[in-house]
């Protein structure tokens, strides 16, 4: 079990928490398996209804307050029991639903590396958008924000290890889409993104 986080950079994440993130905390989380650090940070994007942002469908789903008849899309939704780390919001506000050292319900069938179940393992963060617009220049910078915090905080995590929803389910998932610059995320953390989520070939020996 992942100790409490002692933070290393004045106190930007404390108890398991982002210091500055609105907290709008989702009953679904559980503990990560006992052998399970967080050493990889998965990039979705969401929005509630479906391309169009602001409202509070996504605290709702998280929560599992999502009203069925407040939108024919969420009559197929309603009952998912779901969650992540954190959600960017287009203005750059960072809502943290779930601590980091519990496992959000955010990746669903998933595998990376060669690893699957990608929950007990990985940091998940949402970007409120979706597949076909860009995201925002406050949005990167939030998330740029979050990661460093991140990755100052968890000695298991390493830019290296940063992919999206889509690389660990492909065929399953498109997320967070043709749209989101990875090369922006690249050179902010000089590294080569998104991570290659397939599973590493052994060297012929």
Not at 5 to 19: A, Q, T, V, Y
Not at 48 to 70: A, V
Not at 114 to 123: E, W
Not at 129 to 157: C, H
Request: net charge negative; hydrophobic share 30%.
């Amino acid at each position: 079990m992942i100790e409490k986080i002692i933070n290393k950079k004045d106190g930007s994440i404390r108890n398991n928490l982002l210091i500055g993130a609105r907290q709008c905390p989702s009953p679904n989380c559980d503990e990560r398996p006992s052998d399970c650090e967080p050493d990889l940070i998965v990039i979705h994007n969401i929005s509630l209804p479906p391309n169009q942002y602001g409202g509070e469908g996504i605290d709702q789903l998280f929560t599992n307050t999502l009203d069925k008849d407040e939108h024919p899309y969420y009559a197929d939704i309603h009952h998912l029991r779901v969650s992540s780390h954190l959600l960017i919001r287009r203005d750059g506000e960072v809502v943290q639903y779930v601590p980091f050292n519990q496992r959000a319900w955010h990746a669903g069938i998933s595998e990376y590396q060669g690893r699957d179940v990608c929950n007990n393992f990985s940091i998940g963060i949402e970007m409120e958008g979706s597949d076909f617009e860009v995201f925002t220049e406050a949005q990167y910078m939030a998330l740029e924000e979050a990661i460093r915090s991140l990755l100052n905080t968890y000695s298991s995590l390493s830019a290296t290890a940063i992919t999206g929803h889509e690389h660990i389910a492909p065929g399953r998932k498109t997320d967070p889409g043709p749209f989101f610059e990875w090369q922006k995320l690249s050179t902010m953390f000089s590294e080569k993104l998104p991570a290659d989520a397939s599973c590493m070939k052994k060297e012929n020996t």
